[in-house]
């Protein structure tokens, strides 16, 4: 069926864009008017199949949107640019609060001591089938992009580490030398953060990328795209690496001020 799905997401692709959805995006999306012309037009492209592909159901009494559904689907499809893509193909839908939502949780603490109990989260990314997210914190992170904070962007990043390279053309995860280079620099900028988070040190990252691999992955994402220029500063090793996954260079169309 692979020639079908193809057939049908050209004919998507090619629709006009909605005037609406322009607006929306332009009026809420900071991110969306420092990008270069082509990319804007490809991300159309990728928001009209996305949209067309993903269900959206509100929870907690909210009512789905077009609005909601073009600020998520938009900030998602920027981590898909530039690449060959199955738009997340373990998700099949996003699930959206109006706020912060609660969470049964485990932690892990020292000892062996695991702590079950509620926890109050701003984006969750399961490994098969869908993200939820808070709306209050999507609209927020959409319209500054310079607090290194991004919820789509990290629960995104999640979705596409658990895919383990599904669908994705990515030669640092499909060459052998790259990924062994991609592996070690995210290890060693890893390590950095979890010892700082020990001793309570300054960090430039998010500490909460101090978890785990994946949460620092997530972190680093968020990051990328919302400090570049800090980001290739303190750390550029990691910085590159990146910039060869997401096959974008933020560092060099992201302003203080939108054009």
């Known amino acids: 069926m692979f020639w079908f799905k193809k057939w049908r997401r050209n004919r998507i692709a090619g629709r006009q864009f909605p005037r609406q959805w322009l607006e929306m995006i332009e009026n809420n999306v900071s991110l969306y008017n420092h990008l270069p012309i082509e990319d804007k037009l490809e991300l159309q492209r990728h928001i009209l199949i996305f949209i067309a592909e993903k269900r959206f159901e509100g929870c907690g009494g909210l009512e789905i949107t077009d609005e ?5 689907a938009a900030q998602a499809c920027i981590l898909l640019l530039h690449r060959k893509t199955d738009y997340y193909p373990g998700l099949t839908s996003i699930l959206v609060y109006p706020h912060a939502f609660i969470a049964n949780r485990q932690e892990h603490l020292a000892g062996g001591v695991v702590a079950e109990g509620p926890q109050v989260l701003l984006g969750e990314s399961w490994q098969h089938g869908a993200v939820v997210l808070s709306w209050d914190d999507v609209k927020h992170d959409a319209a500054d992009i310079h607090d290194g ?5 990290h629960e995104f990043a999640h979705q596409i580490d658990t895919a ?3 669908g994705d053309d990515s030669a640092v995860l499909k060459d052998t030398s790259s990924y ?3 592996a070690r620099v995210l ?3 890893y390590e950095k953060l979890r010892q ?3 001793r309570n040190a300054p960090a430039f990252l998010n500490k909460y990328g101090a978890e785990d691999p994946a949460e620092f992955f997530a972190v680093a994402t ?4 919302e400090k570049p220029k800090e980001l290739k500063q303190i750390h550029t090793d990691l910085y590159n690496e990146l910039k060869n996954f997401y096959h974008q260079d933020p560092a060099e169309f992201i302003h203080s001020e939108a054009t």
């Open 164 to 166: 383990g390279g599904k």
């Open 180 to 182: 062994i280079a991609w």
């Open 187 to 189: 290890q060693k900028d």
């Open 149 to 153: 904070l991004n919820v789509v962007f």
């Open 196 to 198: 700082a988070a020990e």
């Open 222 to 225: 968020e990051f990328f795209f």
């Open 68 to 72: 909601i559904k073009v600020i998520i």
